[in-house]
């Protein structure tokens, strides 16, 4: 290796090592046990900063209702005035929009078109969650309210099986869901 490489990778060393001195002392306001866990700093520099900036990026993000994070804001029909047909173009409409703001929607295979429409209108878009815009990062919503659904439609052989063994009940039999979706995410 000659220097020129050498004397390279060591700015980049000290370029990195200045980053991570700046948000720490920008995180420092935030400080807790999360920024001085152990995998942090067993970390390679680069990916530290990364998480840092991310940590940061959290820490500095508005909590706003989903239906916020739209200019102008997401606001939906109410689910019974819509006829079917036109529930099932505003439905595409939204979950496309959804997923333009990184809001990714899964597990929505045992719902039909109305019940996923409600789940939006009532719990998604009135819901307050920080909008961090971070590349490659989203907010997974999971469109399930109890276990049982869960392990009805979604969990594993694996999973069903470890769910038994540690609360020892009783499962529902394994389904496939009615409503098959090819959703963005």
């Known amino acids: 290796m000659d220097t020129s490489d050498t004397r390279r990778y060591s700015v980049d060393e000290v370029d990195l090592l200045l980053a991570n001195a700046r948000l720490r002392d920008e995180l420092e306001p935030y400080r807790d046990e999360s920024i001085e866990n152990d995998s942090v700093s ?4 680069q990916v530290e900063n990364e998480y840092l900036e991310s940590m940061l990026a959290w820490e500095r993000a508005p909590a706003l209702p989903i239906s916020n ?7 939906l029909p109410a689910p019974d005035s819509l006829s079917d047909e036109k529930l099932g173009e505003v439905l595409t409409e939204t979950v496309q929009q959804l997923h333009s703001q990184n809001v990714v929607l899964k597990y929505t295979d045992h719902l039909s078109d109305r019940e996923l429409y409600k789940v939006i209108y009532r719990d998604i878009l009135p819901c307050c969650e920080k909008k961090v815009e971070i590349d490659g990062k989203n907010l997974e919503w999971r469109c399930i309210e109890d276990n049982e659904t869960w392990l009805r439609y979604y969990a594993s052989a ?3 099986r470890r769910f038994q063994e540690e609360h020892g009940i009783e499962l529902p039999p394994a389904e496939s869901p009615k409503y098959s979706r090819q959703l963005p995410g």
């Open 42 to 45: 067993q970390m390679p520099l």
């Open 69 to 75: 994070w739209f200019n102008p804001s997401l606001t």
């Open 158 to 160: 694996v999973d069903r």
